[in-house]
């Protein structure tokens, strides 16, 4: 079981990236998978999260401006990053939950590397 997060990047405020979460070694039938941030000094932060059924959450921290949505033909997740602000600066990773749903039972068990996205001009 594995996933790939790629598509970060240096972009300037106001600008638009879109993350990808490749998954392998499971579907996405029976899983939900969420899309965490960890800034310098900050804790890891839960921001959006999609559920097997296509069910989404998205923290009140970027609701109106990053939107999840999943490709189950090809595996994969992604995360589309408007209106970007310097704030969203972190690390994105994505993670599989041991649940179908982004709520109550189940936990995060595995985590992708990361990928870096920085909001500068």
């Known amino acids: 079981v594995q996933l790939v997060e790629s598509g970060g990047g240096l972009v300037q405020p106001g600008g638009s990236l879109r993350l990808s979460c490749a998954a392998s070694g499971f579907t996405f039938d029976d899983y939900a998978i969420g899309w965490f941030r960890q800034a310098p000094g900050m804790e890891r932060e839960e921001i959006s999260c999609?559920?097997?059924?296509?069910?989404?959450y998205r923290s009140d921290s970027v609701k109106g401006r990053f939107t999840i949505s999943s490709d189950n033909a090809k595996n994969t997740v992604y995360l589309q990053m408007n209106s970007l602000k310097p704030e969203d600066t972190a690390v994105y990773y994505c993670?599989?939950?041991?649940?179908?749903?982004?709520?109550?039972?189940?936990?995060?068990?595995?985590w992708g590397q990361g990928t870096q996205v920085t909001v500068s001009s």
């Open positions: 999609i559920s097997s059924g296509g069910s989404t």
């Open positions: 993670a599989l939950r041991t649940y179908k749903y982004c709520s109550g039972y189940g936990y995060y068990t595995v």
